[in-house]
């Protein structure tokens, strides 16, 4: 038998909701500029081209519990940014997905926030670098319970918002994805093969803005409740 030389990381796993059981984390995929407006804020013009697909690491993965989780402000930056997500997580192997297939493989939903550290990614991206340093760091992926999908449907609409310190910034519906979680399913499934307990972050809507230390950030989508961290 083969013996690692130090004792393996432990796997992330985040709770389910109305289980004892938890999802295990196996990859965390992210869509980039994945609503029109978001686009816009971004500077750049909103189209139907291929979606942008980036990672983070599993460990990146903060599983917030229903009461509320604590973030980490992060290091290297002054303009750390917060960005509302509908998550949506896997229960089934699947390579080459038909779209009209896509929410077979679908385990359930959460809320997420994939925090950014946005002067780090500018810098980057105007460097022509890849944006881990900005997107993929400690605790960049708070996460709530995972609602199952046969508890909640199919989420094809409903509004998903983002208060900080009880001020409103984001607010949008999930009907306004230039991709739709079925369609973003399908694409990456042509460039992965995508496994039980991936997870797939489907973009943010506008509004996206830095929080500072002490900031509450409470996040919503319709049907999942709501996700409340403090950036400690």
Known sequence: MTHCVFPPPATVAIPV??????FPVRRVYC??????????????????????FFCKPADSVLPVP???GVFPYPSRTGNCHHEIELVVALGRRG?????????????????GLDMTRRDLQRAAAQAGHPWEVGKAFDFSAPIGPIHPLDSTG???????????QGEARQRSDLSQLIWSVDEMISELST????????????????????????????????????????VA
């Open 17 to 22: 909701a109305g289980q004892r059981g938890l």
């Open 31 to 52: 869509v980039g500029r994945n609503y029109e407006a978001h686009v816009r804020e971004m500077g750049h013009d909103p189209d139907r081209s291929p979606p942008i």
């Open 66 to 68: 229903a009461e509320g």
């Open 95 to 111: 390579r080459d997905i038909p779209a009209a297939r896509a929410s077979e493989h679908i385990f359930g939903y959460a809320i």
């Open 154 to 164: 199919p989420l094809r609409s409903g509004a998903i918002t983002l208060n900080v």
């Open 191 to 230: 460039l992965f093969e995508l496994h039980p307990g991936d997870l797939i972050f489907s973009g943010t809507p506008e509004g996206v803005g830095p929080v500072v230390r002490g900031d509450v950030m409470e996040g919503t989508v319709e049907g999942l409740g709501s996700l409340k961290v403090t």
